[in-house]
């Protein structure tokens, strides 16, 4: 029996009904981020990291590592070198991949005055970690140690470890650390665990306290804090609903403790607290570990910022990426009790000397008061003097048109190491 006219109609008009309803659903979905808003966004983040890194998880080229020159020769070709030499007398460590990749997939370089190799320490993640492939972590925190041993933390991965001078684990420690390491002069390291900050035994890897920043610090000191920590909150529809965070409200990617030789430059503060860097709130911020309270704070000007230090002068130095500008910025800020600091740039990027890093970075003042910067997202090192001026840059390069993101560079004095430069006896 055929269909009447109005029969016909009257589906049509239901499927376009249908589809109506799908449409403006899925306006008011996207825009309050309602099922299944989330689920398609990271459908489609999870498809284009898949496509643009699948032959880094494969284990055939490392593609999330690799990075487009910085600096100012942007040009491609196996001709990129480094300029000068570092003008302290001593070491450069820096963090990367080994061209060797049967050997080890990470690997440490230490560098002299001339910029010559004159160690490497190869990383085995395999030896630390049995739940993630070397390719696809990164190694972040570093930290050296007199005997030649070196601390390491992995983004994406989930060990910190104490390796030797050959590479072999002295203590592993499994779990989400991140970003950072610090030593604090006590006998004890301060890194990174998931949403807060964990203090370790350096020598035996044990964890001796963590303090975490939604269970610890947001209701501290009475409730004070959460208005200042719970800004990346999604607003409730109805009184029923409960406050919820966005994704990685914190992001917190440093924490430095203040140690006992340079707490009488600071105060406001004593020996033990910590500085902690949160880049989605743009906030550092000083705080006692015992009670999470915030001593002291200071919204930017420094944008998704990264490694504020406490230097000898009773100031404090950021790593400030300045994200989208295209010139990263060292900004350097005095802690005050009457909240009237004055931020100053120290160092820019510019012409002169580009330098630019959206993410990931670090910088270290030198002994004779010039720079060591870390262009992660360049893949390079350089040196600066306080006028602005390049003393040194070494590209870490990879192949013909990429460099390694580089995401430590230390300075070590000539004689850091008890025995001189490490060497391993197995060689």
């Given at each position: 029996?055929?269909?009447?006219?109005?029969?016909?109609?009257?589906?049509?008009?239901?499927?376009?009904?249908?589809?109506?309803?799908?449409?403006?659903?899925?306006?008011?979905?996207?825009?309050?981020?309602?099922?299944?808003?989330?689920?398609?966004?990271?459908?489609?983040?999870?498809?284009?990291?898949?496509?643009?890194?699948?032959?880094n998880?494969?284990?055939?080229?490392?593609?999330?590592?690799?990075?487009?020159?910085?600096?100012?020769?942007?040009?491609?070709?196996?001709?990129?070198?480094?300029?000068?030499?570092?003008?302290?007398?001593?070491?450069?460590?820096?963090?990367?991949?080994?061209?060797?990749?049967?050997?080890?997939?990470?690997?440490?370089?230490?560098?002299?005055?001339?910029?010559?190799?004159?160690?490497?320490?190869?990383?085995?993640?395999?030896?630390?970690?049995?739940e993630?492939?070397?390719?696809?972590?990164?190694?972040?925190?570093?930290?050296?140690?007199?005997?030649?041993?070196?601390?390491?933390?992995?983004?994406?991965?989930?060990?910190?470890?104490?390796i030797?001078?050959?590479?072999?684990?002295?203590?592993?420690?499994?779990?989400?650390?991140?970003?950072?390491?610090?030593?604090?002069g006590?006998?004890?390291?301060?890194?990174?665990?998931?949403?807060?900050?964990?203090?370790?035994?350096?020598?035996?890897?044990?964890?001796?306290?963590?303090?975490?920043?939604?269970?610890?610090?947001?209701?501290?000191?009475?409730?004070?804090?959460?208005?200042?920590?719970?800004?990346?909150?999604?607003?409730?529809?109805s009184?029923?609903?409960?406050i919820?965070?966005?994704?990685d409200?914190?992001?917190?990617?440093?924490?430095?403790?203040?140690?006992?030789?340079?707490?009488?430059?600071?105060?406001?503060?004593?020996?033990?607290?910590?500085?902690?860097?949160?880049?989605?709130?743009?906030?550092?911020?000083?705080?006692?570990?015992?009670?999470?309270r915030?001593?002291?704070?200071?919204?930017?000007?420094?944008?998704?910022?990264?490694?504020?230090?406490?230097?000898?002068?009773?100031?404090?130095?950021?790593?400030?990426?300045?994200?989208?500008?295209?010139?990263?910025?060292?900004?350097?800020?005095?802690?005050?009790e009457?909240?009237?600091?004055?931020?100053?740039?120290?160092?820019?990027?510019?012409?002169?000397?580009?330098?630019?890093?959206?993410?990931r970075?670090?910088?270290?003042?030198?002994?004779?008061?010039?720079?060591?910067?870390?262009?992660?997202?360049?893949g390079?090192?350089?040196?600066?003097?306080?006028?602005?001026?390049?003393?040194?840059?070494k590209?870490?390069?990879?192949?013909?048109?990429?460099?390694?993101?580089?995401?430590?560079?230390?300075?070590?004095?000539?004689?850091?190491?008890?025995?001189?430069?490490?060497?391993?006896?197995?060689?």
């Open positions: 029996m055929k269909s009447s006219f109005s029969d016909r109609i009257g589906s049509i008009v239901f499927i376009v009904s249908l589809v109506v309803i799908a449409v403006i659903y899925g306006a008011f979905a996207a825009w309050r981020n309602w099922f299944p808003a989330p689920q398609v966004e990271l459908a489609q983040r999870t498809l284009t990291d898949i496509a643009k890194n699948w032959k998880d494969y284990g055939l080229e490392p593609t999330r590592h690799l990075v487009a020159p910085g600096g100012a020769d942007t040009d491609t070709g196996p001709d990129r070198s480094e300029s000068g030499k570092f003008s302290a007398d001593g070491y450069v460590l820096i963090a990367g991949l080994n061209e060797n990749q049967d050997e080890s997939f990470h690997v440490v370089r230490l560098f002299d005055n001339d910029g010559n190799e004159v160690y490497r320490w190869p990383v085995h993640y395999d030896k630390l970690d049995t993630h492939e070397p390719q696809n972590v990164m190694l972040h925190g570093m930290e050296v140690m007199e005997d030649g041993s070196l601390i390491l933390t992995f983004d994406a991965g989930n060990a910190i470890a104490r030797d001078a050959c590479g072999e684990p002295m203590w592993v420690q499994n779990g989400a650390y991140h970003h950072s390491i610090t030593r604090d006590e006998g004890h390291i301060v890194t990174l665990f998931k949403d807060g900050v964990a203090w370790l035994d350096e020598d035996t890897g044990e964890v001796l306290k963590r303090l975490d920043i939604k269970e610890d610090m947001v209701p501290a000191d009475g409730g004070m804090q959460q208005a200042m920590l719970d800004i990346r909150t999604r607003t409730p529809e009184a029923s609903e409960k919820r965070r966005l994704n409200p914190f992001h917190i990617n440093d924490a430095e403790p203040l140690r006992a030789d340079m707490a009488d430059a600071f105060p406001m503060f004593e020996a033990g607290d910590v500085l902690l860097s949160m880049r989605e709130l743009n906030l550092i911020t000083v705080v006692d570990p015992d009670t999470g915030m001593k002291w704070w200071h919204y930017g000007p420094w944008f998704k910022q990264h490694d504020p230090d406490f230097e000898p002068d009773g100031t404090i130095t950021v790593f400030d990426n300045a994200t989208g500008s295209g010139a990263t910025k060292i900004r350097q800020i005095r802690p005050s009457q909240g009237r600091e004055t931020v100053e740039t120290v160092f820019a990027g510019s012409d002169q000397v580009p330098f630019y890093s959206w993410r970075g670090k910088h270290q003042t030198l002994p004779d008061g010039n720079i060591l910067l870390t262009e992660a997202e360049g390079r090192v350089l040196e600066v003097s306080p006028q602005g001026e390049l003393v040194w840059d590209p870490m390069v990879w192949d013909e048109e990429n460099n390694l993101i580089t995401t430590e560079a230390r300075f070590v004095p000539k004689d850091f190491f008890t025995n001189g430069v490490p060497s391993c006896s197995s060689k």
